[in-house]
């Protein structure tokens, strides 16, 4: 007798629309995705701007409540935030009052651990995010991939069942990006983390992804999961010839994407 193995996140015809201002109209930010990931798995979503990523993680992070369709973790059904779900946001929102490893206790705090529970966890992903030493300095001492670091370590410390990650590399220099890239990936190695990652970035997408969701300009649809398999052993593996076909596939499925959602965006100025 066969068994099925129970995605970890599951996502089920997921629709969501806003109302037009002033209109009886309706907005479609995303429209029928439905998207399994596996326990463990990395899964990058790509897609033009406005295609509705960020919409989505609000959905998943339970921000929001979806017009059609559902959401699960578990078999469970997602209803709003919890702390199944660990959300890392491209500008770090940390909390400036607080220290590094402060912030990092936040989440752990609402679990109710105890103090000497919460620093000893605390400290172990200050390490394992390559920030040790750094425990007492506040956000504005840091620099924007440290910052990111920190962001990384206080959602993986409450052990969440899922990471959801919204472009959270996009607003570092391009040699901080691929070194947090690297880290992300030996962390994820480490931790055995469910990871959702958004992104607009293809070589980004290639990189970390072992699947990767392309999404249509919007409304957001998957157009295909692509089936990322490369050896990510080597130097200099962006510059390999398996690494470039990859590119070139993911970058064609998106070129008529992008043109769309520009021809959209310049209709929408004009009304």
Known sequence: MSTTTQPKLRLEHVTQQFPLRGTKEKFTAIDDISIDLAAGEFLVLVGPSGCGKSTLLDLLGGLEKATAGDIFIDGEPVS???????IVFQQYALLPWRTARH??????EAKGLPKAERRERAEHYLELVGLQGFGDRYPHELSGGMKQRVAIARSLAFDPEVLLMDEPFAALDAQTRESLQDELLRIWKATGKTILFITHGIDEAIYLGQRVAV????????????????DRSGEDIRSTEEFRKYRHRIWTLLHGEVERAQVIEKEAAHV
Do not use: M, Y
């Not at 709003?80 to 660990?86: A, C, K, T």
């Not at 999404?215 to 490369?230: C, E, F, H, M, N």
């Open 215 to 230: 999404l249509t300009s919007r409304p957001g649809r998957v157009k295909t999961t692509v089936d990322i398999d490369i």
């Open 80 to 86: 709003g935030p919890g702390l199944d779900r660990g």
């Open 103 to 108: 912030n990092i206790e936040f989440g752990l």
